[in-house]
């Protein structure tokens, strides 16, 4: 089992910054990769933003140069990632949800992956307005 714990969100003016995060623990043998998602009113879910584990990352065009996603950190047990989001906007305004994907231990331990997983958060609430 892997458990996700973001934090961060709220509501930020236009022109502002904002920081969210999304620690993964459990299970893990190995992440391969983070990243974040949004899904604001009437529209469908987009992938904002994501970290893989060598490094790479990706943005969407329309955060590109005003968010900023770490890289992986991987302090004792957990692995977390931040978005940094600067210069936000009122059409930045939805729910962020964290994914993970990598591959659980294996039924025998640690020492060799077991099945792959991708993971959801549950979501935390960006406001964007004055």
């Known amino acids: 089992q892997v458990h996700l714990v973001e934090s961060g969100g709220g509501l930020v003016q236009p022109g502002g910054s904002l920081s969210v995060s999304c620690a993964a623990s459990?299970?893990?043998?190995?992440?391969?990769?983070m990243g974040w998602y949004r899904q604001a009113p009437g529209k469908e879910r987009e992938l904002v933003a994501r970290r893989d584990s060598g490094g790479g990352s990706y943005y969407v065009d329309d955060v590109k140069g005003r968010f900023t996603i770490s890289p992986i950190s991987r302090d004792n047990a957990e692995k977390t990632v931040y978005l940094q989001m600067n210069a936000v906007k009122p059409e930045d305004t939805a729910v962020y949800y964290c994914?993970?994907?990598?591959?659980?231990?294996?039924?025998?331990?640690?020492?060799?992956?077991?099945?792959?997983?991708?993971?959801w958060g549950q979501g935390t609430v960006v406001t964007v307005s004055e």
């Open positions: 459990g299970n893990i043998f190995t992440i391969n990769g």
């Open positions: 994914v993970v994907h990598g591959y659980y231990c294996s039924a025998d331990g640690c020492h060799r992956p077991g099945p792959h997983f991708e993971e």
